[in-house]
């Protein structure tokens, strides 16, 4: 703990789910967290939490969907402590349904919070890194950036990026201290199905009730903090998904659809 006493993480996303868990596990750790996220009443009260148990926690409501309040966030944290030294990305939602009944709306918040959001905190971050000469941005995918699958079109899309967007970083910043990784995670027991049947025409996302617990992921990030490198697979069986797609790709491209409208119907 006396390593990571006086450390910055800031964690989006961190009213509930693995953001939340993330956020205790790092505090216990001896890190200060930052914590942002819409609903400011989630946020008051994991920090009371946190504080109970001993770590240090702020709040920093901000909505991720809108560059002004992404801006302010930064701001904040340079004006309160100079420098952020982790910064997970967590924040993000899914939806789930066939791609033509997706309002445009939904499309625009999800490109925002999922991408935008992601690159806009990563680069404004990494600057001060730079000069710094040391930082770890940790970016929360998912494994379906690597297995185009039906009812995720969008999401998955996203996290694909996520992907592209991380490695490339890592190897920008290559011999350096600087590090960038990525988490390609399978279902996780959260409020993530739950949020996405929320949305205007979303379903019910088919992994909602199975999965590893957030607090597992926490503690796979926190470990990857210990040892930096640039992707990890929750659970680590995970790792052969993008070959199984290259092999076998043709029979979700025949099977997928039937289950898309099993589940829509």
Known sequence: MRDWKDKIAVVTGASSG???ATARRLAREGLQVMLVARRLDRLEELAGQIRQNGGRAE???ADLSQEGDRRRIF??????????????NNAGFCWYGYGAEMSWKTAWEMLQVNVEAVVQLSLSCLTHMRKRGSGHI??????????PSQGIALYGATKSFL????????????????HVSVVRAG???????????QQENGGHVPTEHIGVS???????????ILRPRRVIYIPDWLRVVP????????IIDRVGPLLLKNQKT
């Open 59 to 61: 709040c920093l409501p």
């Open 138 to 147: 940790i970016n929360v995918g998912s494994i379906s950036g690597s297995i």
């Open 18 to 20: 693995i953001g939340a």
């Open 163 to 178: 992907d592209n967007f991380t490695t490339a970083l890592h190897r920008e910043l290559s011999r350096t201290h600087l």
């Open 214 to 224: 957030a607090e597992h992921v926490a503690w796979r990030i926190w470990k990857l």
């Open 187 to 197: 279902p996780v027991r959260t409020e993530f199905g739950e949020a996405a049947l």
């Open 75 to 88: 701001n904040e944290i340079e004006t309160r402590f100079g420098h952020v030294d982790v910064l997970i």
């Open 243 to 250: 070959w199984a797609e290259l092999a076998f790709g043709w």
